[in-house]
């Protein structure tokens, strides 16, 4: 590659020097990112199509209102609210991460990827604890004019409309909701943290070969660089599901 | 600076550290306070939903906002974050361009969704019935007498 560079050819798009001035692997990063924004986007219009065929869904400030330690308290968005910032300070740490890379920083570039790998470790055991409570809750639904106790799962969704005049143990009783809120729920909300638990990887490999001085070798901190755009791309796809399933 | 290894790319973004800290810590502020206003959007749906006579034209611009408000975050991501802003033009349309198709996608999926209901309620009155929220407190579940819904176990 260096010789053809040196050669100063101007026939841009034809090999002599890279067409947008870019590494070729930061471009491929970009339309790999590009085409995971049209998976993820395909997936949540399929969500929103099915939530239009419905007469009714599920109110997210209902379903999304526990919070550990909190017993029975009514806290909508407080949890989700949580992990939302966790994943824009972990990007924060990433791109900090990457201006330490651009300096030839080692020390700063193992210092803030540490921190991008605490967020997304820590992200991903608030999904887990939120997905143990949903699967787990028992919630009273009015089925066939008895009260069984549900939880969210792929065939069950316990926050119908409410049954009016029936209460259990003092609380509304629901009727069941939507079969497909849990698998679109679960579907979705698994593909994004199967992105952060990939992007966690991928940092730790990160931060081993910075750690033994791959890049300080190489002369660039490129690849850094690469790993953060899939970084700010999982923080990004959050943005959008925590739109779709929590706020609206 | 000019990496040695490196002589594909001859042009860099360059930010000195208080320019780049600068930079930063603004973007973080704002995606911040961008998401602590949607809290907020998110609660006072909350709160319409559990009053008497929810507005639903209120609900429907308020979840407008939120979408607005959710764009405004993803475009500080990609273009600070990611630093997609500073690279060449051309190569921001060639990521920016094809995602514009997602105009389409979404109003026609959500058309076609929109379009089976009615369809459905039209032709299927069972899900029609079975599936409507009873116009709000007011509603007889057949089958139940208010108060006498025991626990199956």
């Given at each position: 590659m260096s010789t053809t560079v040196t050669t100063h050819q101007?026939?841009?798009?034809?090999?002599?020097?890279?067409p947008f001035n870019l590494e070729y692997g930061k471009v491929m990063m970009w339309y790999f990112l590009m085409s995971d924004a049209f998976t993820f986007g395909a997936f949540l219009i399929s969500y929103g199509t099915i939530r239009f065929s419905q007469n009714f869904w599920p109110d997210p400030n209902v379903v999304f209102n526990a919070f550990p330690?909190?017993?029975?308290?009514?806290?909508?968005l407080a949890f989700v609210s949580v992990m939302t910032f966790i994943l824009i300070i972990s990007s924060v740490t990433m791109v900090k991460a990457v201006h330490a890379g651009h300096k030839g920083d080692r020390q700063g570039v193992m210092k803030w990827l540490f921190w991008t790998i605490v967020g997304g470790v820590a992200f991903l055991s608030c999904q887990a604890w939120e997905w143990h409570h949903l699967i787990t809750g028992e919630h009273a639904v009015l089925v066939n004019g008895k009260i069984e106790m549900w939880g969210q799962n792929m065939r069950h969704?316990?926050?119908?409309p409410i049954a009016e005049g029936v209460t259990f143990n003092g609380e509304h009783v629901r009727t069941p909701g939507p079969v497909a809120f849990g698998g679109y729920f679960y579907g979705i909300t698994g593909f994004h943290g199967f992105h952060v638990f990939s992007g966690v990887i991928i940092n730790i490999v990160m931060l081993l070969m910075t750690q033994k001085g791959v890049f300080e070798r190489k002369g660039h901190y490129l690849m850094i660089e690469k790993a953060g755009l899939y970084w700010h791309f999982v923080d990004l796809v959050w943005v959008f599901v925590f739109l779709c399933f929590y706020l609206i | 600076m000019q990496h040695p290894a490196f002589e594909e790319v001859s042009f860099y973004q360059h930010h000195d550290d208080d320019t780049f800290n600068k930079k930063i810590k603004k973007t973080t502020i704002l995606l911040s306070v961008i998401t602590i206003i949607e809290l907020g959007i998110g609660l006072l749906i909350y709160n319409i939903h559990k009053?008497?006579?929810?507005n639903d034209t209120l609900v429907l611009m308020f979840k407008g906002l939120v979408c607005i408000l959710t764009l405004a975050k993803a475009f500080y991501i990609v273009s600070v974050f990611m630093h997609l802003g500073d690279e060449i033009r051309n190569f921001i349309m060639t990521i920016v361009v094809p995602l514009l198709l997602f105009i389409w996608f979404i109003i026609a999926f959500l058309w076609d969704g929109n379009s089976y209901k009615n369809l459905r309620n039209e032709f299927d009155k069972d899900f029609k019935v079975r599936t409507t929220p009873s116009s709000h407190h007011s509603t007889v579940v057949p089958g139940v007498k208010p108060g006498e819904a025991e626990l199956k176990k």
């Open positions: 101007t026939k841009w798009w034809s090999g002599g020097k890279s330690g909190a017993g029975h308290a009514n806290l909508p969704n316990p926050w119908g | 009053g008497e006579h929810p």
